[in-house]
């Protein structure tokens, strides 16, 4: 972990902007093949009915995480490129183990992303066996790893 001190805090009126931001740099960084641009509508739209929070640090918001949390899918992370491989990623998925209770968290990567993949996989998450593929590209579903 980098010298940061990491705080988790729900969404506020406000943050929607610098997450978007995020989303678009951190996406469009990994990505660079597959460019996208998330306005802040789209962001609301994206993130409607999911627990949004936020990681920040001195500098201000540095990543964020959002879940349904019906069933525990965690549908967005992205954390500021600038601030990666510093624990923020792994610090907002803690946040949302303990905000699931014990509900296997799952998510979908793309499979052309092989840094989250290996993110994911190095924080003890499993191919569920499930892939698909939608206008993004294809995916594959990862769920928590039980102990």
């Not at 660079?32 to 936020?54: D, I, K, N, S």
């Not at 907002?92 to 793309?110: D, Q, W, Y």
Request: glycine share 10%.
């Amino acid at each position: 972990m980098g010298n940061h001190v990491i705080g988790i805090r729900k969404l506020r009126p406000g943050d929607e902007a610098a997450c978007a931001d995020i989303l678009n740099r951190a996406w469009n960084t990994a990505m660079p093949h597959r460019p996208r641009r998330v306005t802040v509508e789209q962001f609301h739209l994206e993130t409607e009915g999911e627990w949004v929070f936020v990681a920040t640090c001195e500098a201000g918001i540095s990543g964020f995480i959002s879940i349904w949390m019906i069933d525990a899918f965690v549908h967005h992370l992205y954390v500021d490129p600038s601030y990666q491989r510093q624990g923020i990623g792994a610090a907002l998925l803690t946040h949302a183990v303990g905000i699931t209770k014990g509900m296997e968290l799952s998510l979908k990567c793309l499979v052309d992303n092989e840094n989250a993949l290996k993110f994911y996989r190095a924080l003890g998450f499993v191919e569920s066996g499930e892939r698909g593929e939608d206008e993004l590209g294809g995916w594959v579903r990862l769920k928590q790893a039980r102990n």
